[in-house]
Structure formats: structure tokens, C-alpha cells
Nanobody, 122 residues
Framework: QVQVVESGGGSVQPGGSLRLSCAVS?????????MSWPRQAPGKERELVAS????????SYKDSVRGRFTVTRENGKNTVHLQMNNLKADDTAVYYC??????????????WGQGTQVTVSS
């Protein structure tokens, strides 16, 4: 059974740091997994914060987090981390991990993590 499990999050003061992790398990070796981090703040639409390709070589960031957030992928694993530094109140949201599965370049499906709350407040 394929699972997407998030960890991390919590509360921090402005300027602080947090690290989120997302681990995908139960995937065959022939399946590639592209992973991304959308977030949703109260009363706002969901927005994509960062993404990471299955090879780990390609990452992208929302303009407002570039230079503060970093996505890393563990070598040979479907586990990614989102390091968030210099956090701002506007970063407060529920952060989700999204995993898109493909085989031989064909999209097979996607799964979402359970979401984790990040609160930035003084």
C-alpha cells in the first residue's frame, strides 16, 4: 500500500526555522515520484510553495519563498525535506505534501499527505 506521511511543522516566531519531511512508501522501483509542497492559509486558495522532480535534480519555488525555503531529496529515496528559514507571518498555513506517480513517463496517479500546520507568530 502506497503511503505519504508528513512530519514536522509547529509554531515558531518570525525569523525562525522549521523543517518539514515527507516520506513516500510502498512504491515499486519502476515508479518515479515527483513531490511538491502546496500550502493553504485560512481563507485563501491553495498555492504551490516548492516542488522537486523524481530525479531530485530539478526544484522550483514560489517567488515569495525563494532564498528562504530549500527542498532536498534523500539520495535514492522518495523522501523529501522542506527547510524553511526566516519564516514570516505570511507563511502561516497548512502545508501538504503531494506525490505524483509515473511509470515510463505516464502519470499513474497522485496522493496527498495529511497536512501539517505551520504557525508563525510573535
Amino acid at each position: 500500500q502506497v503511503q505519504v506521511v508528513e512530519s514536522g511543522g509547529g509554531s515558531v516566531q518570525p525569523g525562525g526555522s522549521l523543517r518539514l519531511s515527507c516520506a513516500v512508501s510502498g512504491v515499486s522501483s519502476s515508479t518515479t515520484v515527483d513531490m511538491s509542497w502546496p500550502r493553504q492559509a485560512p481563507g485563501k486558495e491553495r498555492e504551490l510553495v516548492a516542488s522537486n522532480s523524481s530525479s531530485g535534480g530539478s526544484t522550483s519555488y514560489k517567488d515569495s519563498v525563494r532564498g528562504r525555503f530549500t527542498v532536498t531529496r534523500e539520495n535514492g529515496k522518495n523522501t523529501v525535506h522542506l527547510q524553511m528559514n526566516n519564516l514570516k507571518a505570511d507563511d502561516t498555513a497548512v502545508y501538504y505534501c503531494n506525490a505524483v506517480f509515473s511509470r515510463i513517463g505516464v502519470r499513474m496517479g497522485e496522493l496527498w499527505g495529511q497536512g501539517t500546520q505551520v504557525t508563525v507568530s510573535s
